[in-house]
Structure formats: structure tokens, C-alpha cells
């Protein structure tokens, strides 16, 4: 691995910390006093701008701290079990839970139905976001008489796929 190879993948891995941060709406201060100073915000900065490396104990410990499978904090990459090998459908799909029970209809009361089924199962009820995997995206074609290509548009025309804010 090449030094910028190295730090392109620091900078991913900071990313990805910064989205799951963001995501339990925390700012670095938040996490600092929360934490009790285990992760300062000025470190955890550096972490998030790939300018200091995060060592495996320490991630560990900050996935105990958002609550999260260590998995989470690593970045998707073309590689991952996570992205379909074709592109055209991923194999992961994130809804905004708050959008959803915002949501209207026939449909987005069959797509709560099977989240909260989903939430049940894998005792995930952060609330917020609920992450679902190609199998579940099959189910939810199925309940929706849809392909698994047609039900990723129309989860958006419905306004439940999470968009990560940008700033």
C-alpha cells in the first residue's frame, strides 16, 4: 500500500466516522463530554479528516460508543459484500425512518409495516435510519408487486431514502 493509498483510505475511514457522528447527532463536543474526554473532539477531528490513523482497539471502543457494529465505521469500498457487482442495485439501501412515518398511502404504510418488522428482528431502533439489505429489498419488492430494479425508485418517489446531508 502506497502512502497515498494509505491516506485515501484514512481519509474514507474518517468519513465514515464523521457520517455515523452525524447520523446520532452529535457534534465533536458532544462526543468529547458524552465520552467523558475517552475521545477528545480534537482528536476525533483528525480522526474525521484522515490526518491521524485510528487504531483498531480505539475503533472498537468508539463502535461501543455510537452503539454500531465495527463494520459500520469502515468505509464501502468496490470490494464490499455491501455494493452489487453490476452497480445496478445495491445491495444495501438506507430509509429515513422520520420521512417514512411522515410518509402518506397504501405503499408507505406496507414499507412501515415491514420496517418495524425489521427493527423488531434486529433489535435496531435508533430511530432515525434503518440500513436494509438486498434480501430485505427483495421482501419489500415483493409486498410492493415491484422487481427488486423498479422499488428503489419507488421508495424515492415515496421521499424515504435517507440523504445525507452535505456541508
Given at each position: 500500500?502506497?502512502?497515498?493509498?494509505?491516506?485515501?483510505?484514512?481519509?474514507?475511514?474518517?468519513?465514515?466516522?464523521?457520517?455515523?457522528?452525524?447520523?446520532?447527532?452529535?457534534?465533536?463536543?458532544?462526543?468529547?463530554?458524552?465520552?467523558?474526554?475517552?475521545f477528545k473532539?480534537?482528536?476525533?477531528?483528525?480522526?474525521?479528516?484522515?490526518?491521524?490513523?485510528?487504531?483498531?482497539?480505539?475503533?472498537?471502543?468508539?463502535?461501543?460508543?455510537?452503539?454500531?457494529?465495527?463494520?459500520?465505521?469502515?468505509?464501502?469500498?468496490?470490494?464490499?459484500?455491501?455494493?452489487?457487482?453490476?452497480?445496478?442495485?445495491?445491495?444495501?439501501?438506507?430509509?429515513?425512518?422520520?420521512?417514512?412515518?411522515?410518509?402518506?398511502?397504501?405503499?408507505?404504510?406496507?414499507?412501515?409495516?415491514?420496517?418495524?418488522?425489521?427493527?423488531?428482528?434486529?433489535?435496531?431502533?435508533?430511530?432515525?435510519?434503518?440500513?436494509?439489505?438486498?434480501?430485505?429489498?427483495?421482501?419489500?419488492?415483493?409486498?410492493?408487486?415491484?422487481?427488486?430494479?423498479?422499488?428503489?425508485?419507488?421508495?424515492?418517489?415515496?421521499?424515504i431514502l435517507?440523504?445525507?446531508?452535505?456541508?
Amino acid at each position: 500500500m502506497t502512502d497515498d493509498d494509505d491516506l485515501r483510505y484514512r481519509r474514507q475511514v474518517g468519513e465514515r466516522i464523521r457520517q455515523i457522528r452525524r447520523q446520532k447527532r452529535l457534534s465533536l463536543q458532544d462526543v468529547e463530554a458524552r465520552s467523558e474526554s475517552e475521545f477528545k473532539a480534537s482528536v476525533l477531528g483528525a480522526y474525521e479528516r484522515g490526518e491521524r490513523a485510528i487504531s483498531v482497539p480505539r475503533l472498537q471502543r468508539m463502535a461501543r460508543f455510537y452503539d454500531v457494529p465495527v463494520d459500520q465505521l469502515l468505509p464501502v469500498g468496490d470490494d464490499d459484500p455491501g455494493v452489487s457487482g453490476d452497480g445496478a442495485v445495491p445491495q444495501k439501501v438506507v430509509i429515513d425512518l422520520v420521512k417514512l412515518r411522515e410518509a402518506e398511502g397504501p405503499e408507505a404504510e406496507m414499507v412501515t409495516r415491514y420496517m418495524t418488522i425489521i427493527q423488531v428482528k434486529r433489535q435496531d431502533f435508533n430511530g432515525r435510519v434503518l440500513t436494509i439489505r438486498r434480501d430485505d429489498l427483495q421482501a419489500l419488492a415483493a409486498i410492493l408487486g415491484a422487481g427488486v430494479e423498479e422499488t428503489i425508485p419507488r421508495l424515492d418517489e415515496l421521499g424515504i431514502l435517507f440523504r445525507p446531508a452535505t456541508d
